[in-house]
């Protein structure tokens, strides 16, 4: 919100400089961005009357003025602009003047003819970008006077950046009401007047969405002079509210926006055709709005229409086809209430911000609009004259909202901020809010007034307490507590620790949306039941993740299309399962790699990653959080997301806890993806929940090293074949390693040849031959009798 301080001024004037305006402000939660002049400095310019004009005798578009410059003075001028006439009051550049752009004004010859200063225009004294002709000035000023003073400009521009909440500051009665309360300086409103019909011209309307439009304002007013000029007094407060001057009616409807705070739109009467209707709409419209665009507005959208068409989106912009122009001789003026669910999200939706629709989604005074209109009728009289018919007002009390009572406790106030306070402070900060207050036992009933929709329950009141109070006169205590060491589970694998085994295994962590596409997770995840988002931010976010794998899989899609063909990723972060009508959180890791195994090198060949390489990282992930690795087994399994032959399930003791494996070529196709993905996902209480490492005394005595090659049949799993081994070969076994999986010459169709290397070791002393062979056969004859396996020749 940007206002004038001498505007402000004129509601509410404390003792306070404009620095301490903006502290004041900012210290009750709206926070001053900026403070700026209105203007640069206008030295010697002043204000100068045209009381002749001749042709120049050597340029047709040029004119020779003598203009006064004060009662005694006048200055030869030759100027250019098309509005320049006898009679017209301007600003005058003297010799010796410096303009906003740079350019000095010296004396002169223009074709021959000398000139002694600048009659200038609006843009070339800075107060606009562009202008067409001089700037005329009011009847009123004399001739000589500073153009500083005569068009106010000592006056300092303040930025406010309020929070979504705040809608009733939206405005310079909002601000001023804030102001008044904090400095507890007295508020002079506007005395606003009804303005008395002189015509009995009117249109119907019909509300017909009764809870998004319940009160709604109208009037005509005819013979009006739309081409008339707005007074400069009204443009510079627009120009140093952000806004500029687009006409008088316009102007006029602008500035209650600003003023008051309500939104207006004017229609031209001989454009319409029947009553004026506000409803939703029942199927998708085109409507070529104000600023150009033709949008196609979808079905349930608010609407004003007429008995042929439709005329605005409601509460956001108005339409081309009704709008007011310099021709129009009638106008139709609109002041209504629409309810702020009504308008929310629409005008994003349509790609428009509008001021309209920013006081509307967050809130506008339902009891302003018939105030609103009677001072636009008088300020339209003023400026562009006409004869005002009978305000026209459609109000359907049991929709329009209701400020609820809300209870404050005296005691609460005390113990949420911290301090003592009197009940007869407390009482009197609500007050000065203009809230409605009753005693209570133990405190008050406050009815907040129709403009505050930010004032809902007990804690809101006390926030306005404090601001009131000041936050800066709140002491600062430090809080007192028993703080108690205790050390740290040390069963319990922190996310920190888990996070370093994959980063010093060069994964990069990634953080991915807890939404996500719902075809993408019904692809991957089709037997989970997804909990859908009622307003999601897009499309293609519209479902909690049931999975951590979509994001990931969006991840690595990205980078692919940016040539990075080596991604190594990796996710902690909860996925979302519907149980019933509650949802199920739960904490996950997972992780995806594609591309090359190790970055380009020029001793390195290189090789794509395979299932074997995941498995390796995880297996080194899981064994850093159990020393022994032998809670945690693989079993081939399926899964929808995985392809068929390259995916397990993992448990632990038994029990699933995630999934490993390569993207299902299916919707590695669907994706675009010309690179195999390797995924897997794992509960994160499954690897940080383990056992507390339990710690040996390292072998004095030498450790014998024994391979074996023992052929079994092609479908036994390797996992089998060693689960064998260390429960034949018993407590000497130290450390057993697969090294080759051999199939071809010399082994039978339908076999394979697995190469094992075994480490035997005791503690106590140094193992005999005789006691190694012993453990060989043990081996060899456990997995002929269990496997069907021999030793390989």
């Not at 300092?156 to 809608?167: K, Q, S, V």
């Not at 629409?346 to 428009?352: F, M, V, W």
């Not at 979509?550 to 399962?577: A, M, T, Y």
Request: hydrophobic share 40%; charged share 25%.
């Amino acid at each position: 919100m940007r206002l004038s301080e001498a505007w402000l001024r004129e509601w509410v004037n404390p003792d306070l400089k404009t620095q301490g305006v903006a502290d004041c402000l900012t210290m009750a939660g709206l926070e001053v961005d900026s403070i700026e002049p209105v203007s640069p400095d206008l030295v010697n310019i002043v204000v100068g009357e045209i009381v002749e004009a001749a042709p120049h005798p050597d340029a047709d578009r040029l004119q020779v003025c003598q203009v006064a410059v004060s009662a005694k003075k006048r200055l030869q001028i030759v100027c250019g602009a098309s509005n320049a006439r006898v009679g017209l009051k301007a600003p005058v550049a003297l010799v010796g003047a410096t303009l906003p752009g740079g350019m000095e004004i010296k004396k002169a010859k223009l074709r021959g003819v000398e000139s002694f200063g600048m009659l200038c225009s609006v843009a070339e004294l800075g107060l606009a970008e562009q202008a067409d002709g001089l700037l005329e000035l009011g009847d009123e000023l004399k001739p000589g006077q500073s153009i500083t003073k005569a068009l106010e400009l000592k006056d300092m521009a303040i930025d406010i950046d309020l929070t979504p909440n705040r809608g009733d500051c939206l405005s310079v009665a909002g601000i001023a009401r804030e102001l008044s309360a904090l400095s507890a300086t007295r508020l002079t409103p506007l005395k606003i007047k009804p303005v008395k019909p002189t015509i009995k011209t009117r249109l119907n309307v019909q509300l017909q969405a009764d809870a998004d439009c319940p009160h709604y304002v109208g009037r005509i007013i005819e013979g009006v002079d739309a081409a008339a000029v707005t007074p400069m007094w009204m443009q510079e407060r627009l120009r140093r509210s952000g806004l500029r001057s687009l006409g008088p009616v316009v102007d006029v409807t602008n500035y209650i926006l600003l003023e008051l705070g309500q939104p207006m739109h004017a229609f031209d009467v001989a454009k319409l055709q029947g009553d004026i209707r506000v409803a939703r709409s029942k199927g998708k419209t085109k409507l070529e709005l104000l600023d150009g665009s033709k949008p196609t507005i979808e079905s349930g959208t608010l609407l004003i229409s007429d008995d042929k068409q439709a005329l605005a989106l409601a509460g956001i912009m108005g339409g081309q086809k009704s709008a007011v122009s310099d021709t129009t001789t009638d106008i139709f003026l609109e002041s209504a209430y629409f309810a702020p669910s009504a308008i929310a999200g629409r005008a994003r939706s349509l790609g428009l911000h509008t001021d309209s629709s920013h006081r509307f989604e967050r809130g506008v005074d339902p009891q302003l609009q018939k105030d609103a209109i009677e001072r636009a009728t008088a300020l339209l009289l003023d400026i562009v004259g006409g004869e005002p018919g009978p305000v026209i007002e459609k109000k359907l009390a049991p929709h329009m909202p209701k400020r609820k009572p809300v209870k404050l406790r005296h005691a609460r106030v005390e113990k949420l901020l911290g301090i003592k306070l009197s009940a007869t402070k407390v009482q009197r900060y609500i007050k000065g809010l203009g809230m409605e207050t009753r005693v209570v036992t133990g405190g008050w009933r406050v009815t907040p007034p129709s403009y505050r929709f930010d004032i809902e329950r007990e804690e809101d009141l006390i926030e306005e307490v404090a601001r009131l109070y000041g936050y800066h006169n709140i002491p600062e205590n430090t809080p007192h507590g028993v703080l108690e060491m205790r050390p740290a589970p040390e069963g319990l694998v922190s996310s920190h620790d888990i996070a370093a085994v994959l980063a010093a295994r060069d994964y990069q962590e990634v953080i991915t949306y807890s939404f996500t596409d719902q075809e993408l997770q019904s692809k991957l995840d089709p037997d989970t039941h997804s909990v859908a988002l009622a307003n999601p931010i897009a499309s293609d976010l519209a479902v909690m993740r049931t999975s951590l794998w979509p994001g990931l899989i969006k991840v690595i899609q990205h980078n692919l299309n940016r040539q990075q063909s080596r991604v190594r990723i990796f996710e902690s972060g909860h996925r979302f399962v519907k149980k019933g009508k509650a949802a199920e959180e739960q904490q996950m890791l997972a992780g995806a790699v594609t591309g090359p195994v190790l970055a380009p090198s020029w001793d390195t060949k290189a090789r794509e990653h395979d299932f074997f390489d995941l498995k390796g990282d995880l297996e080194a992930l899981l064994g850093s959080t159990d020393s022994e690795n032998s809670e945690f087994k693989f079993r081939a399994a399926t899964h929808p997301a995985l392809h068929p032959g390259q995916s397990a399930e993992i448990l632990k003791q038994g029990e699933p806890i995630g999934w490993i494996g390569a993207l299902h070529p299916k919707h590695q196709k669907e994706l675009g993806l010309e690179q195999s993905i390797f995924l897997f996902e794992i509960t994160m209480l499954s690897i940080q929940d383990t056992k507390i490492a339990q710690f040996r005394e390292i072998s004095r005595f030498p450790a014998i090293e024994r391979d074996l090659a023992v052929v079994v049949d092609a479908d036994v799993p390797a996992s089998h074949v060693l689960t064998v081994v260390r429960q034949a070969a018993g407590s000497w076994l130290s450390d057993l390693q697969l090294f080759d999986d051999y199939r071809g010459e010399g082994i039978d169709s339908g076999r394979k040849s697995l190469g094992l290397g075994l480490i035997l070791q005791d503690s106590s002393r140094t193992l005999k031959e005789v006691e190694v062979e012993g453990v060989l056969e043990n081996v060899l004859q456990a997995l002929q009798k269990q496997l069907g396996a021999e030793l390989r020749q």
